[in-house]
Nanobody, 112 residues
Framework: QVQLEESGGGLVQAGGSLRLSCAAS????????MGWYRQAPGKQRELVAA???????NHADSVKGRFTISRDNAKNTVYLQMNSLKPEDTAVYYC??????WGKGTLVTVSS
C-alpha cells in the first residue's frame, strides 16, 4: 500500500504561482510513476503531469511552459510548480502513484 498526502493548494490571483507537494509513504519502493491530476467542477479528472522514477516527464498541452513536475526520491516527494496561473486552472489537484493510489486532493482556486 502507498499513502499520498498533498499540500500547497490555496487561493491565488491570475498570473500568480503556487507549488504543490505530495509526500508518499508506505511501500514507496513499488512506486514507478507519480503524477498530478485535476478535476474542475462539472468536468472529468484529467492528467496534468507525470514523472517516472528516472525523471522522465510528461505535461498536458494546457500547462506546458507554465507547470513543471519534479521529484525528490530521497524525500519521497513529488512537486508541481505552477506559474502564470489562469482562472481555468481552478480545480482540485490530486496526487497519483502508479495509477492505483490517490491522495485526497488539494484545492487550487485562481481568481481573475
Amino acid at each position: 500500500q502507498v499513502q499520498l498526502e498533498e499540500s500547497g493548494g490555496g487561493l491565488v490571483q491570475a498570473g500568480g504561482s503556487l507549488r504543490l507537494s505530495c509526500a508518499a509513504s508506505g511501500n514507496i519502493f513499488s512506486i514507478n510513476v507519480m503524477g498530478w491530476y485535476r478535476q474542475a467542477p462539472g468536468k472529468q479528472r484529467e492528467l496534468v503531469a507525470a514523472i517516472t522514477s528516472v525523471g522522465t516527464t510528461n505535461h498536458a498541452d494546457s500547462v506546458k511552459g507554465r507547470f513543471t513536475i519534479s521529484r525528490d526520491n530521497a524525500k519521497n516527494t513529488v512537486y508541481l510548480q505552477m506559474n502564470s496561473l489562469k482562472p481555468e486552472d481552478t480545480a482540485v489537484y490530486y496526487c497519483n502513484a502508479n495509477i492505483d493510489y490517490w491522495g485526497k486532493g488539494t484545492l487550487v482556486t485562481v481568481s481573475s
